[in-house]
């Protein structure tokens, strides 16, 4: 190690002097890190963009990005995955073993989180079904062992978990992706990928509705940046036409979305501001929906109002469906930046607590 890299390494140890764990959420659109101490507590968390389906050179750009962040201290890696559902593979069994196969390049013995708890990487390229899109099951692992009872709500950049909890264990009824898209305990809408036109056809403008284009125009990123409730630390992606991320590039992208473009008058922004909390009322209603189905089951049905827990980048938009749903709103993780990061905060704490406890 040269001087240089070992004054770099001292001084991230001095950052993070507690941290043993390293959890990571190899997702399909973004890499999620965070560190925690030897009791699960998060000490810091990152989301980088990881736009893997544009080509695999890009895991090992945001791996590398992320490597900096890391403190110089040996750390045990707790992994979960979501990429492998990216159309760049052919199916997802290849798609876990590929990016397996990557990542062991990088980490030294790293623990791979399955639905039946960590897996060494050798055993987890032969149980890829397990190991497949498993984030979700961590973050319920999670918050069941730190709350009583609750519905886990999840909101990311592209989905949504919504998973009810009590007594320690999960009360979902799926475990894979089209099993949990079934029950209702998966619905595919986030708050920064998930195009505008796939929630809204027609959007409220100039007295009448103007129909909406199917087209990658315009994202929910936009619509939360026009609200101002997107967190900055989760706008890492690339926006759909290569231009900044303001607020008026978002209004035009909008505006593109209608056949329209954004005029240069004093209330052109309002007006489309106005367009976007439509946008958003419907997202809200689309997963108030969902909600309602999960809390009619028997097994909640009786225990008074279930508390949401709220998790991801989309984690301010709870409180308002807990409004609709007379509930209470709590957080999974009190920090903003690892609640946004909570799939890669709870493996690297569930890996924490099995080191802790021998298992």
Known sequence: MTSRTARKAERSEALFPGAVCAGWDIGGSHLKLALCDREGK??????????????????????EQ??????????????????????????????????????ERRFDRPK???????????????????????????????????ISSGVLLDIGGTTTDILPFADGEGLHQGEHDAQRMLSGELVYSGVIRTPVAAIAKRLPLNGGWAPVAAESFAHMADIYRL??????????????????????????????????????????????????HYARELQLRQLHDALAGILSRPVLRGSGAVPLIAAGAGAFLVPRLAERCQGEARVLFPDRSTNTCASALAVAALAAREIETGN
């Open 227 to 276: 609200s101002g409730e997107l967190p900055r630390e989760a706008d890492v992606l690339r926006t759909s036409d290569g231009a900044d991320a303001g607020g008026k590039a978002s209004a035009r992208r909008l505006a593109r979305l209608c056949g329209q473009d954004l005029g240069a008058g004093p209330r052109e922004l309002e007006k489309w501001c106005r367009a976007a």
């Open 42 to 63: 998060g000490l810091a968390a990152w989301q980088l963009p990881l736009p893997i389906w544009q080509g695999l050179e890009h895991l090992q750009t945001a791996l």
């Open 66 to 103: 992320a490597w900096r962040l890391l403190p110089g201290q040996k750390l045990t890696h707790a992994l979960t995955l979501t990429a492998e559902l990216s159309d760049i593979f052919p199916d997802r069994d290849t798609g876990v073993r590929c990016l397996l196969e990557h990542l």
């Open 112 to 146: 791979v989180y399955s639905l039946r708890g960590f897996l060494e990487a050798r055993e987890a390229r032969e149980r890829p079904d397990q190991v497949a899109s498993a984030n979700w099951h961590a973050t319920l692992g999670y918050a069941a062992r730190s």
